[in-house]
């Protein structure tokens, strides 16, 4: 993966874990592709299925595993997935756990096999391993802490991007009852800040279109525009609008014998 690949530009989230929806994404010009194991339907046996069906070449395939589980992580990279993202790091140790589950010795403590379906089953393995190029690494934002520590989690190595899940953070400020108070918009900013002086990339999940503008002049470069289950839901209720359902021919025949 060369330097300018490991930038990620628009792409969206895949929740329900089909595989048709997968390749059907994949072929609509999205850079990458977002697999959700936290809150998605999708299960860890799904996504081999569709890694493979999102095949378009340049696209990035990004997994969300649901905690820092060392053994899934190595799992869904050995079956192709460009990167990680981890949800809830709120301090540099929790990503610094995370890099050494994604890398291999001697940065990390990640299990090496030349036939894993990332190598082509043995095809493509690396024939020297300090030629060999790590996954992408979001680690996301969605607490106080992760705000606050913002700046040292950027800091740390095999960290690509600040990737903030509006809901949880909104959530989460929203209760916090520290004696320093910050609103979202601060977090956005101070998240933000923390990548740049790092020269890291920053991220967040864009619920409405109308947002982006104020989000990129903010700093954020990476946007995932809705996901796979409120693209069908608008779609259906859209379908549905100004249209008045009418009575089958049957139960206008009940009506009258009543």
């Known amino acids: 993966m060369k330097a300018d690949a490991r930038h990620l530009g628009i792409g969206t989230w895949l929740s329900i874990g089909s595989p048709v929806i997968a390749e059907m994404a994949s072929e609509c010009g ?10 998605g339907c999708i299960t860890e046996s799904g996504v081999l299925a569709c890694l493979q069906a999102a095949k378009r070449e340049d696209i ?17 990279l050995d079956w192709g997935a460009s990167g990680i993202m981890l949800p809830h790091v709120s301090t540099p140790g929790q990503a610094e756990m995370c890099v050494r589950a994604m890398q291999y010795p ?24 300090l030629e060999w190029v790590p996954p992408l690494f979001l680690a996301q934002i969605e607490n106080y802490d992760g705000v606050v520590n913002s700046e040292a989690i950027a ?7 600040l990737f903030v899940g509006p809901a949880d953070l909104k959530l989460a400020l929203s209760f916090h009852s520290g004696e320093k108070q910050m609103s979202f918009d601060e977090a956005l900013i101070n998240v933000n800040q923390s990548a740049q002086i790092h020269g890291k990339q ?32 608008d779609g259906f209720l859209g379908s549905l609008k100004g249209i008045k359902a009418e009575k089958s021919p049957a139960s206008t025949k ?4 009543s």
């Open 60 to 76: 990035k395939l990004i997994v969300r595993v649901g905690s820092l589980d060392t053994a899934l992580i190595a799992h869904v």
């Open 155 to 161: 800091a740390v190595g095999g960290v690509d991007m």
């Open 30 to 39: 999205f850079e990458w592709l977002l697999l959700d194991l936290e809150h």
């Open 202 to 233: 920053t991220g967040i999940l864009v619920r409405n279109p109308q947002d982006i503008p104020a989000l990129q002049q903010t700093g954020f470069t990476c946007l995932a525009l809705g996901s796979d289950v409120s693209y069908l839901r």
């Open 106 to 129: 001697p940065h990390g403590s990640r299990g090496f096999s030349s036939s894993a379906r990332a190598f082509k089953y043995g095809l493509n393995a690396p024939k020297n391993m």
């Open 254 to 257: 009940n009506e009258l014998r």
